[in-house]
């Protein structure tokens, strides 16, 4: 057994008995771990609402070689990200970018750049950035910092170079640019060159510089459903804190 002190992200937290709690969270070190929180249902005093979701918090696990599960013994709270909390479309931008580190990183893989990742994004919600605009920033990085890039740099079909000027188009289960000649398949979306190269700096900027970055209006229509029909696809599942966008009107 290995006593470990973490600073990490509460990703979701559930009942798991009648007195315990069952804890999903990602640290910088370990990646995604899920751990037991003896008696967190029935002493409020012990946790005292540190485990819910979102929060940034310092835990100390105990490391189980014969169980998936760890055990968490304490939990001491940094970062409680109030402000958009009180907010209903930047919590559900930030329930979002839980829910796809949640679903994206394997358990127990270290992706300290994923970590920081997701707690700018979060730090940028709380000080009030335009949540659509941070999400897909977080969304084009998070692809990135998984291994599923999408090709923006010529058609995946001929590997013609894209030219400003012309129609490009995005294939989501190619993961790619496709040129106009190329333009067949399911789930194809129209793309335009400065929403390309928009994306491309999005990949490649420092992340210190990356929120800089805005999707104006013609990026925003061209990614909204791209970008995330695109975590989706390598997901082949369903996002549920979507459900919550949608009926917010924050997302189409
Ligand atoms: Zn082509």
Redesign the pocket.
Same mark, same amino acid.
Do not use: Y
């Given at each position: 057994m290995a006593i470990r002190r973490a600073e990490a992200i509460i990703l979701r937290s559930r009942d798991y008995s009648e007195s315990d709690r069952l804890i999903t969270f990602f640290t910088r070190s370990q990646g995604q771990l899920t751990g037991i929180a003896k008696g967190a249902r029935r002493s409020k005093k012990r946790f005292v609402h540190t485990l819910e979701p979102l929060s940034h918090v310092s835990l100390t696990y105990v490391d189980r070689p014969t169980s998936g599960l760890v055990r968490i013994d304490a939990s001491e709270l940094k970062n409680a990200f109030t402000s958009l909390r009180s907010d209903i479309a930047r919590l559900g931008y930030a329930s979002l970018g839980c829910e796809v580190v949640l679903e994206m990183s394997p358990e127990r893989q270290a992706n300290p750049s994923l970590f920081v990742l997701l707690y700018h994004y979060l730090e940028h919600l709380e000080h009030g950035a335009d949540p659509e605009n941070s999400s897909l920033l977080f969304q084009t990085r998070v692809l990135s910092l998984c291994g599923y890039a999408p090709n923006l740099q010529a058609?995946v079909? &001929?590997g013609?170079e894209m030219v400003a000027g012309e129609d490009w188009f995005f294939s989501v289960p190619q993961g790619g640019l496709? &040129?106009r000649?190329?333009r067949r398949g399911p789930e194809i979306y129209p793309i335009s060159p400065g929403t390309v190269m928009l994306l491309r700096q999005a990949q490649q900027l420092p992340l210190t510089r990356v929120w800089r970055l805005r999707f104006q209006r013609q990026s925003r229509e061209e990614c909204r459903s791209l970008l995330i029909n695109l975590i989706r696809h390598h997901l082949e599942k369903d996002l549920k804190s979507l459900k919550l966008l949608h009926q917010i009107g924050a997302m189409q």
């Open positions: 058609c079909r &001929c013609q496709l &040129c000649p190329h």
